[in-house]
């Protein structure tokens, strides 16, 4: 595991004082929690995956808040989670750190139900991304393969009640909610001041994972890039910080960034169409984008292209090939062409 960044204090110009505690919360992957101080409720911003060291990784970053920056405070004071997101690296440390804190939990309507009835949405989403693999073209033995390693599993995350909706452009006490749809159905990003925390909607590197509307409602390539838009009508920001790698301090300059990102792989998925001699499926589109890969990141490529795929065919760029099979089958592979 390379190491975590250390303990940071940052003040916005409201004067709340944000800590960022980061945390390892998959294998290979490090996430960042945020403690908010200075307001009338102490409020913590998401919560790690729960498993491993990771919320052992998060009370001894609460602690360290209070040794080494001398804030007059225990975990027992924390009375607010809200959650950016519920994806397993956002909120599978809910159950044990609302047992340990007693606070209350926040979330958006719209990823409300995956906190509170996991095993729920766990079936749900099986199913959904079972039919949306079916429709790439995948084949039996990696449909299966991919979705063994896929991280929805039955009782994997404990059910916790949710206390309090988020509502997009309401002051929420220290800070300001802006629903962000894209990424997640109910993501929302939270303005404290000038500074933004961006959830998984915005990276400092990487290009949010995207997933098809057909496998979840309000996710999408087309909420992503309105999501972003939305964004830039709240700020300016001095700082954003997401769930994951480093502080973005120029965030117009990264939105212009993701927005290029969007755009090139569209153009490229439009030119291994147009190049191709006949109408192409998702799986195969993957391919050409991403290489052959497996297990769970065969499933995030072929997520990805399937958004994109999506997204052309909503603006008209592109077509299905052989509508007249579509009726035939209960789930028939889509191939692509140009429009
Ligand atoms: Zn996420
Ligand atoms: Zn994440």
């Known amino acids: 595991m390379p190491t975590l960044p250390a303990l940071k204090q940052f003040v916005s110009s409201t004067g709340v004082r944000i800590y960022r505690i980061s945390c390892d919360v998959l294998p290979l992957l490090s996430g960042r929690v945020y403690l908010l101080l200075g307001i009338e409720t102490p409020t913590l911003i998401d919560t790690g995956s729960g498993s491993g060291i990771c919320t052992s990784q998060i009370f001894q970053g609460l602690e360290e808040v209070r040794a080494r920056f001398g804030e007059a405070f225990?975990?027992?004071?924390?009375?607010?989670?809200?959650?950016?997101h519920a994806h397993i690296d956002h909120f599978g440390g809910l159950p044990e750190i609302v047992r340990r804190t007693g606070a209350e939990v926040a979330?958006?309507?719209?990823?409300?139900?995956?906190?509170?009835?996991?095993?729920?949405r766990a079936a749900r989403s099986n199913f959904a991304f079972d039919r949306f693999l079916r429709q790439a073209?995948?084949?039996?033995?990696?449909?299966?393969?991919?979705l063994a390693e896929f991280g929805y599993v039955k009782g994997r995350i404990e059910s916790v009640a949710v206390d309090r909706e988020?509502?997009?452009?309401?002051?929420?006490?220290?800070?300001?909610?802006?629903?962000?749809?894209?990424?997640?159905?109910?993501?929302?990003?939270?303005?404290?001041?000038?500074?933004?925390?961006?959830?998984?909607?915005?990276?400092?590197?990487?290009?949010?994972?995207?997933?098809?509307?057909?496998?979840?409602?309000?996710?999408?390539?087309?909420?992503?890039?309105?999501?972003?838009?939305?964004?830039q009508r709240c700020g300016p920001f001095r700082l954003a910080m997401g769930g994951h790698e480093p502080v973005?301090?120029?965030?117009?300059?990264?939105?212009?960034?993701?927005?290029?990102?969007?755009?090139?792989?569209?153009?490229?998925?439009?030119?291994?169409?147009?190049?191709?001699?006949?109408?192409?499926?998702?799986?195969?589109?993957?391919?050409?984008?991403?290489?052959?890969?497996?297990?769970?990141?065969?499933?995030?490529?072929l997520t990805d292209v399937g958004a994109r795929v999506e997204y052309l065919e909503q603006l008209g760029r592109i077509g299905?090939?052989?509508?007249?099979?579509?009726?035939?089958?209960?789930c028939p592979v889509f191939r692509y062409c140009p429009a």
Request: hydrophobic content about 40%; some cysteine; glycine content about 8%.
């Open 137 to 146: 073209g995948v084949p039996g033995d990696r449909r299966r393969e991919i």
């Open 248 to 301: 973005i301090h120029d965030l117009a300059h990264r939105l212009e960034e993701i927005r290029a990102a969007h755009q090139r792989r569209l153009e490229r998925l439009l030119e291994i169409l147009s190049g191709a001699p006949e109408p192409l499926c998702v799986d195969q589109l993957s391919e050409r984008m991403y290489s052959r890969q497996r297990g769970y990141p065969a499933l995030l490529a």
């Open 166 to 231: 988020l509502i997009d452009g309401e002051d929420a006490g220290p800070f300001r909610v802006i629903h962000t749809p894209g990424h997640s159905p109910g993501h929302v990003c939270l303005a404290v001041g000038d500074i933004l925390l961006a959830g998984d909607h915005i990276l400092a590197r990487t290009v949010s994972q995207l997933w098809p509307e057909s496998v979840a409602a309000y996710t999408g390539l087309g909420h992503y890039l309105d999501s972003l838009k939305r964004i």
């Open 107 to 120: 979330v958006h309507a719209l990823d409300r139900r995956a906190v509170e009835a996991y095993d729920e």
């Open 74 to 84: 225990s975990w027992g004071d924390i009375g607010r989670v809200v959650l950016t």
């Open 320 to 330: 299905i090939a052989d509508i007249e099979h579509l009726a035939e089958q209960a």
